[in-house]
């Protein structure tokens, strides 16, 4: 069977158990006793393995079923969570993230067997295994031979070979007034993927049970290592037929047959008196015992209320659809299309002298249609951030290890959502910029404790909306940017003289860290290097319209501050006029239209600047920088739009307001990238091209 239509959703669903068995995997480190976190982990860890082996990827299969086995024991209480287990793990994350990669890029998983991850996985499995598993492994064998020779109809279940620990589990939620059916499930002998139908029957009786016992065992059941039929031992509050009919809810099964498990008449059963155990041994069974059915507490606890509580959730599962980013370009492409017809109609409208007002209701009318559409494009569009930065904890975990300083990562905002062009972007700048305060923002343990800093470094990283933008802030609690070390670095590189530097505010000489290769460190780690990149994360921002800047205090730390427009392809934007040509400049970066006399215009170090308000902005002259002749006279008062970037603000000079109007930005292609302060083009209604002026860059 052909399964690579299904490689996208594989590799989506792969992405989701990976991050989220780093998350759990990392919870569990700071608390290795939570049975929610090693049930995740493990619901998880058998999940991928199930996909991978349906997809055919073996060796994938083969890690993540040993991953399981792991926690299967730790679930049972038989191996306890240490910190040499936790790094196996996240060595074996990567590896399975290595796996991903090379499915993405060439829908084969690689030889890597990672030989040694599965000894390490074994090992771990070995030195904490009991004698009870030991016979678990036994178990299958007699009762696969008795599945040969059994008779269809019969009550399979009481042919099992029960080992002590599992008549102990059974015993103890008989105890608690819990049902145990045995259950028998005929697979159609036209069924092709035998397997792949088991793994649907497994999942939906647990939705309304644990199963605690497999005849084959779970394992051949997905390896397909069994004839037509399997049996399986359930715990539930739920009633036989409703678990008879979660298991025929699935395709191509023949018959699923059922009934109430009596212990005395399954096959190496022991009454009470012949199992009596010490004391302190029976302490142990107990914990065991309440270990293994905490997996559905929440299912099974509260079933009383779980009929009431199921509809309510059941519609969420089903409402979201997995949709190709490039149709959903295609879509935006359509909304801008038709915002284009609609401005042609509005200025067609406007020329015609005629005062038709049912043709400008239909205007109207298609405007508040073509609003609503573009805003319901942007939302489905719109992902949140958790996405990219749920990988950072893990990543901060390890630079902590490798760089032998205590830190913790705090993150506040993962829900704010940007456009997905965007979110896919940003991954690498954060990262570098989390590197640089992990390796030089925090100080050595000894440094902050002459600092009286505690032992711990902080970094954190906090996104918010602000506006028509989101705002990612990336701050530590360490060195701070030594503003002497930049200054000596610049004027050693030539970059400035010794006279300029001298005279170069704070903030200037900061943002030099930001030019290409430029660094203080006297030696370049693989983790990072303070500059080393900057000018990466810098240009790469600024490709997607954002700006990054940096404040510092030093031996206090640093602020690293993102700032991105929530969508890139259809913005509100202020019409101008300079001379006689049309331009047009993000609403988002316009803070107010100011009228200036020209007798009002200062200067300072030569430069023209105004007061306003009591803050001092300097003014642009757009006629200087587009190269333009004005059409105004120079005795007219100055129509100054005031933009801002961050703190900086700045007044552009122009000749004539239009208005604002909903522009779709068109790319200029790479030909025109140079012109630094122009960010695109629009067609406006008559047909006419306007170029869209870039404040930040102008700032």
Request: aromatic share 4%; hydrophobic share 40%.
């Amino acid at each position: 069977m052909d399964v690579s239509q299904y490689l996208e959703i594989f590799l989506d669903e792969t992405n989701e158990h990976l991050q989220n068995l780093n998350t759990q995997i990392l919870e569990l480190e700071s608390d290795p006793e939570n049975m929610d976190n090693i049930n995740e982990i493990f619901r998880a860890a058998h999940s991928l393995k199930g996909m991978a082996g349906t997809m055919g990827y073996k060796r994938m299969q083969n890690l993540t079923h040993d991953m399981e086995n792991v926690f299967s024991e730790v679930r049972n209480g038989n191996i306890k969570v240490k910190p040499e287990m936790i790094d196996v793990l996240f060595q074996c994350l990567d590896a399975l993230e290595e796996y991903k990669n090379n499915i993405q890029e060439t829908s084969d998983e690689g030889t890597n067997d990672n030989e040694n991850l599965i000894k390490a996985l074994n090992d771990i499995l070995n030195d904490g295994k009991t004698e009870a598993p030991a016979a678990k492994e036994e178990a299958p064998a007699s009762a696969a031979s008795t599945a040969e020779g059994g008779t269809e109809g019969t009550e399979k279940w009481n042919d099992i070979a029960f080992d002590d620990s599992q008549i102990r589990v059974i015993r103890e939620a008989m105890k608690q007034s819990k049902n145990v059916y045995g259950i028998n499930v005929v697979v159609q002998e036209t069924c092709i993927l035998k397997a792949a139908r088991a793994f649907l029957v497994f999942k939906a009786v647990e939705e309304k049970g644990e199963i605690i016992v497999s005849m084959p065992s779970a394992q051949d059941v997905e390896d397909e290592k069994f004839d037509k039929d399997f049996t399986l031992i359930v715990l539930s509050d739920y009633s036989l037929d409703e678990i008879i009919k979660a298991a025929e809810s699935v395709s191509e099964i023949a018959q699923v047959t059922g009934g109430v498990l009596e212990l005395e008449k399954t096959k190496n059963y022991h009454s009470e008196e012949e199992t009596a155990e010490p004391v302190e041994e029976k302490k142990e069974v107990v914990a065991e015992v309440k270990a293994e059915p905490k997996r559905e507490e929440k299912k099974t606890a509260a079933a009383a209320k779980a009929p009431e509580k199921k509809p309510a959730n059941k519609p969420v599962v089903n409402r979201t659809v997995r949709v190709d980013i490039e149709k959903l370009d295609s879509l935006m492409n359509l909304v801008s299309e038709l915002i284009i017809a609609k401005n042609s109609l509005v200025a067609a409208s406007s020329n015609d002298q005629g005062n038709n007002t049912a043709f400008n209701e239909q205007i109207e009318y298609l405007e508040n249609v073509t609003t609503n559409l573009h805003e319901s494009v942007m939302k489905v569009r719109m992902v949140p951030i958790e996405s990219v930065v749920v990988k950072f904890p893990r990543m901060i975990r390890d630079l902590s290890k490798k760089l032998d300083k205590k830190m913790e990562l705090y993150m506040t905002g993962e829900e704010t959502e940007l456009d997905r062009t965007v979110v896919d972007e940003i991954g690498d700048p954060l990262m570098h910029l989390l590197r640089n305060s992990a390796d030089h923002g925090l100080e050595s343990a000894e440094v902050r404790a002459q600092r009286g800093k505690p032992e711990q470094g902080s970094i954190f990283l906090d996104a918010y909306q602000d506006g028509n933008n989101v705002v990612i802030e990336v701050r530590d609690d360490g060195n701070g940017i030594d503003v002497e070390a930049v200054k000596n670095k610049a004027i050693e590189r030539n970059l400035v003289t010794a006279e300029q530097a001298a005279n170069m505010p704070e903030k200037d000489i900061i943002n030099l860290l930001f030019l290409p290769g430029f660094s203080t460190s006297e030696k370049v780690t693989d983790v990072s290097g303070r500059g080393v990149g900057l000018d990466v994360v810098k240009s790469k921002i600024e490709s997607l319209s954002g700006e990054v800047e940096v404040k510092s205090k030093w031996g206090e730390g640093s602020t690293w501050t993102i700032r991105l427009p929530l969508t890139l392809a259809i913005i509100q934007a202020l019409m101008v006029v300079v001379g006689g040509e049309k331009y047009a400049i993000s609403l988002g970066s316009i803070q107010t239209i100011e009228d200036i006399s020209p007798k009002d215009i200062k200067l300072v170090e030569n430069k023209e600047v105004i007061e306003l308000r009591g803050t001092v902005i300097p003014l642009i002259r757009l006629i200087e920088v587009l190269d333009v002749e004005s059409t105004r006279s120079p005795e007219d008062n100055l129509i100054v739009v005031i933009v801002k970037k961050g703190d900086k603000m700045a007044g552009l000079v122009i000749d004539e307001l239009i208005g604002q109007q909903e522009i779709v930005i068109k790319s200029l292609g790479k030909y025109i990238k140079q012109c630094k302060f122009i960010s695109g083009a629009t067609i406006l209604g008559d047909g006419e091209v306007a170029l869209i002026l870039d404040a930040n860059a102008l700032l």
